[in-house]
């Protein structure tokens, strides 16, 4: 592998990330929206007396946690789509950029964009609401970390099916991610959702994590078993989709990578 | 032996699109390859960049199995083809760069700079991919294909959307790209004139195969086929009647007839006009030329 190609695959997309406020809305105009939307609701929902303490810090918490998955699956389909939408796939791949350089340079832009977003969020949640969403403290670190390698997992799943199906399948990068969010326990613990809910729910790595982001908040205690449930799964759904999206890439290097173009 | 293709093979179901094509690119030549449309000419340079995997058959570039050594071996190909695009939101210099650094060269647009003065285009550097015009794009491909100092270059029809002028120039490019670096070049193209001019072999596809391997001057000569005009000022229906009936086709437009003929029978024709009395003024003799060639093939499929 070279780092050097990883490089250039980051600089090509930070390029196109540069240009234009449509690009750049990902980072600022829906966070602020989402911010505003469910930040209003929650002092609403609390004004109403109900028995749930730190309710807005929950939900913001909650909030700002799905924002760290959902960026990092959306980011690497988005990178993959790229290509098919300025035709370049084949110019791309005809240089000596391997698959797994390509990946290397698109997980590097997307941590440095969640890095920025995550600043971002946590400073208008603060202006805006005067919360801290780092009350979880270190924790917050492990915890995105491993949210932002489910969010990676979601986005190669996502990509396997587009470098095969091609355009026809390219909602997938937005559509695939919110497929687990109800199961995620995001907002709600786990307990409320029904029996065969649940079991689905604990094969996500990020059930463990919104489950013990909200033990941090009400108990404030690490949760260890929590947290290595988590990066164990995270292991297990990277590697598989990551092998996935090579053998996909490859079937697809089979029919021509000049017909998705 | 700069590449080495064995019995390479692409099938789509029951559709082969390229039949076990072999054939090798010597170092310093640059070789044409030839065909009608759908004839597997793009499939056989997307299967030498590998981007599509063939079916069958191997691929050898400087000795080396491409299989095995891909990634290696595309650090000395490039290509460009009218075909596909450069990221177009992105400028020109902000390209090369990016393209640079899957080449390992770390300054893109410091290397590029002199191909893109040959070319006209360095003062459009900043400019956008988007809002260049298309001859300008396909100028901005060919240096993005040879700003990396490569050892082979790969082109699918790159002067296709280009004035025959600028075409022209860049047949001229390529021959001094050969003669300076000595590098082999394998392209294909629509435009005759352009590959009798730049290549020193030819190869032709139909339908998936190769049905000829030869110098351009050879192709050309194969067809047999000479055109002669003539202007008759007098006995135009007698000339009809003799060209029938020896068999020659003929076109007429007012006074001018144009017939298709052997070489070896012009003098015959011709004495034969003399003994029926029928005048003419403005003889000419045309060569067969690679087109006649191309034109032939591609009314056979």
Same mark, same amino acid.
């Given at each position: 592998?070279?780092?050097?190609?990883?490089?250039?695959?980051?600089?090509?997309?930070?390029?196109?990330?540069?240009?234009?406020?449509?690009?750049?809305?990902?980072?600022?105009?829906?966070?602020?929206?989402?911010?505003?939307?469910?930040?209003?609701?929650?002092?609403?929902?609390?004004?109403?007396?109900?028995?749930?303490?730190?309710?807005?810090?929950?939900?913001?918490?909650?909030?700002?946690?799905?924002?760290?998955?959902?960026?990092?699956?959306?980011?690497?389909?988005?990178?993959?789509?790229?290509?098919?939408?300025?035709?370049?796939?084949?110019?791309?791949?005809?240089?000596?950029?391997?698959?797994?350089?390509?990946?290397?340079?698109?997980?590097?832009?997307?941590?440095?964009?969640?890095?920025?977003?995550?600043?971002?969020?946590?400073?208008?949640?603060?202006?805006?609401?005067?919360?801290?969403?780092?009350?979880?403290?270190?924790?917050?670190?492990?915890?995105?970390?491993?949210?932002?390698?489910?969010?990676?997992?979601?986005?190669?799943?996502?990509?396997?099916?587009?470098?095969?199906?091609?355009?026809?399948?390219?909602?997938?990068?937005?559509?695939?991610?919110?497929?687990?969010?109800?199961?995620?326990?995001?907002?709600?613990?786990?307990?409320?959702?029904?029996?065969?809910?649940?079991?689905?729910?604990?094969?996500?790595?990020?059930?463990?994590?919104?489950?013990?982001?909200?033990?941090?908040?009400?108990?404030?205690?690490?949760?260890?078993?929590?947290?290595?449930?988590?990066?164990?799964?995270?292991?297990?759904?990277?590697?598989?989709?990551?092998?996935?999206?090579?053998?996909?890439?490859?079937?697809?290097?089979?029919?021509?990578?000049?017909?998705?173009? | 032996?700069?590449?080495?293709?064995?019995?390479?093979?692409?099938?789509?179901?029951?559709?082969?699109?390229?039949?076990?094509?072999?054939?090798?690119?010597?170092?310093?030549?640059?070789?044409?390859?030839?065909?009608?449309?759908?004839?597997?000419?793009?499939?056989?340079?997307?299967?030498?960049?590998?981007?599509? $995997?063939?079916?069958?058959?191997?691929?050898?570039?400087?000795?080396?199995?491409?299989?095995?050594?891909?990634?290696?071996?595309?650090?000395?190909?490039?290509?460009?083809?009218?075909?596909?695009?450069?990221?177009?939101?992105?400028?020109?210099?902000?390209?090369?760069?990016?393209?640079?650094?899957?080449?390992?060269?770390?300054?893109?647009?410091?290397?590029?700079?002199?191909?893109?003065?040959?070319?006209?285009?360095? /003062?459009?550097?900043?400019?956008?991919?988007?809002?260049?015009?298309?001859?300008?794009?396909?100028?901005?491909?060919?240096?993005?294909?040879?700003?990396?100092?490569?050892?082979?270059?790969?082109? /699918?029809?790159?002067?296709?959307?280009?004035?025959?002028?600028?075409?022209?120039?860049?047949?001229?490019?390529?021959?001094?790209?050969?003669?300076?670096?000595?590098?082999?070049?394998?392209?294909?193209?629509?435009?005759?004139?352009?590959?009798?001019?730049?290549?020193?072999?030819?190869?032709?596809?139909?339908?998936?195969?190769?049905?000829?391997?030869?110098?351009?001057?050879?192709?050309?000569?194969? $067809?047999?086929?000479?055109?002669?005009?003539?202007?008759?000022?007098?006995?135009?229906?007698? $000339?009809?009647?003799?060209?029938?009936?020896?068999?020659?086709?003929?076109?007429?437009?007012?006074?001018?007839?144009?017939?298709?003929?052997?070489?070896?029978?012009?003098?015959?024709?011709?004495?034969?006009?003399?003994?029926?009395?029928?005048?003419?003024?403005?003889?000419?003799?045309?060569?067969?030329?690679?087109?006649?060639?191309?034109?032939?093939?591609?009314?056979?499929?």
């Amino acid at each position: 592998m070279n780092f050097d190609r990883s490089i250039g695959i980051f600089y090509r997309y930070l390029y196109t990330m540069r240009k234009g406020l449509h690009h750049l809305s990902d980072l600022f105009y829906w966070p602020i929206v989402e911010i505003l939307l469910w930040g209003l609701t929650s002092f609403w929902i609390q004004a109403q007396n109900f028995q749930v303490s730190n309710l807005p810090l929950i939900l913001m918490t909650g909030l700002i946690f799905w924002q760290i998955c959902w960026r990092g699956s959306v980011d690497i389909s988005v990178c993959l789509l790229q290509e098919f939408w300025q035709r370049n796939l084949v110019n791309l791949f005809s240089t000596p950029l391997k698959v797994s350089e390509w990946i290397g340079g698109v997980l590097m832009l997307s941590s440095c964009k969640l890095l920025f977003t995550i600043g971002f969020i946590s400073f208008a949640i603060w202006l805006l609401y005067a919360l801290n969403v780092f009350t979880v403290g270190w924790a917050f670190i492990p915890f995105a970390a491993t949210l932002l390698i489910f969010g990676w997992s979601i986005g190669f799943l996502a990509s396997s099916a587009i470098i095969y199906w091609g355009h026809g399948v390219e909602m997938f990068a937005w559509m695939i991610g919110g497929l687990f969010a109800p199961f995620s326990a995001v907002f709600y613990p786990v307990s409320a959702l029904p029996m065969w809910a649940q079991n689905i729910s604990w094969c996500l790595p990020t059930t463990y994590i919104f489950e013990g982001m909200r033990i941090i908040l009400h108990q404030g205690i690490f949760p260890k078993s929590y947290f290595f449930a988590s990066l164990g799964l995270d292991i297990v759904f990277l590697s598989a989709s990551i092998c996935l999206f090579q053998l996909m890439f490859e079937k697809s290097r089979k029919k021509g990578l000049a017909r998705l173009e | 032996m700069i590449l080495t293709v064995n019995r390479l093979k692409k099938a789509y179901g029951a559709l082969e699109a390229v039949n076990e094509i072999s054939f090798e690119l010597k170092s310093g030549e640059i070789l044409g390859l030839l065909g009608p449309n759908g004839s597997g000419k793009t499939t056989t340079i997307q299967m030498l960049l590998g981007t599509l $995997t063939p079916t069958s058959g191997s691929i050898f570039y400087f000795g080396k199995d491409f299989v095995t050594t891909r990634s290696e071996a595309l650090q000395h190909v490039s290509f460009a083809s009218t075909y596909t695009s450069l990221p177009f939101i992105l400028t020109v210099e902000e390209n090369l760069n990016f393209f640079g650094r899957l080449y390992g060269i770390k300054n893109g647009i410091e290397r590029a700079k002199s191909l893109l003065e040959r070319f006209g285009i360095y /003062d459009k550097r900043h400019e956008r991919v988007s809002s260049l015009s298309a001859g300008q794009v396909t100028r901005l491909m060919l240096v993005k294909a040879f700003f990396t100092e490569p050892k082979v270059v790969l082109l /699918d029809e790159p002067t296709a959307s280009l004035d025959p002028d600028v075409s022209r120039d860049v047949c001229n490019f390529l021959l001094e790209q050969r003669k300076e670096r000595g590098l082999s070049i394998l392209f294909t193209s629509h435009k005759m004139e352009e590959v009798a001019l730049c290549c020193d072999r030819v190869i032709v596809l139909k339908q998936g195969q190769i049905i000829a391997d030869d110098l351009p001057k050879n192709l050309a000569k194969s $067809t047999s086929l000479h055109r002669l005009s003539l202007t008759i000022v007098d006995g135009m229906k007698r $000339t009809q009647s003799l060209a029938t009936a020896a068999g020659i086709r003929f076109e007429v437009d007012n006074r001018v007839i144009l017939f298709s003929l052997e070489e070896r029978k012009i003098p015959p024709f011709l004495h034969q006009l003399m003994q029926h009395d029928i005048s003419y003024v403005n003889i000419r003799i045309i060569e067969p030329t690679l087109e006649d060639y191309f034109i032939k093939i591609a009314e056979q499929s």
